[in-house]
Structure formats: structure tokens, C-alpha cells
């Protein structure tokens, strides 16, 4: 599975398709994550077996929640099933 016949729906950039997460952002974008007021969002997994992690990014403090902003898109952030982080947007 190497075939990139997936865009990062923000920017179209190719990635490889997923058919667990069919609408996962790129990595570039989501270092563009923001919360709804603009604040930089960083996410992680809590150890190196999974959990998910929100910080701010300017402070370092834990961020609540799985909701960010990239540019004007709602979106999603949660732990990958097979570990990482995968950003999807959310509709409406
Ligand atoms: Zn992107």
C-alpha cells in the first residue's frame, strides 16, 4: 500500500490512501493546527504504546480536547490506530 491516491484534503498534497481514515490531513497541515482562537496546537501519543495527547504549543500545556482548527476547517485529531497521530476535517 504505497500508492498515493489520496490529497491532504487543506492542501491536495498526495498521500497514501487509507481506508481507516479516508480523509486524513497531511502531517505539514497539521503543524498548522490551531485551536479556535488561533493558539498553535500540538498533538502526541501519550506513550509509545498509544493515547492521545493536545498541547499548546506555546506554553506546552495540556490542551483539552481532540478539536483544532486548520486554517478555516474544523477538524479532528486523535491517536492512529497503529500509533501516530491522524487529523481528519469534520463536517459541518
Ligand atoms: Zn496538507
Request: hydrophobic share 30%; proline share 9%; glycine share 10%.
Amino acid at each position: 500500500m504505497s500508492e498515493l491516491d489520496h490529497e491532504c484534503p487543506i492542501c491536495g498534497t498526495p498521500l497514501p490512501a487509507s481506508s481507516r481514515y479516508p480523509n486524513h490531513i497531511c502531517e505539514a497541515c497539521v503543524e498548522k493546527a490551531t485551536d479556535e482562537r488561533g493558539r498553535p496546537l500540538g498533538f502526541a501519543n501519550v506513550s509509545p504504546t498509544g493515547g492521545f495527547q493536545a498541547v499548546y504549543r506555546d506554553t506546552g500545556a495540556d490542551a483539552p480536547g481532540h478539536t483544532c482548527y486548520i486554517g478555516s476547517t474544523r477538524c479532528w485529531a486523535d491517536e492512529a490506530r497503529m500509533g501516530g497521530i491522524v487529523v481528519e476535517p469534520v463536517d459541518s
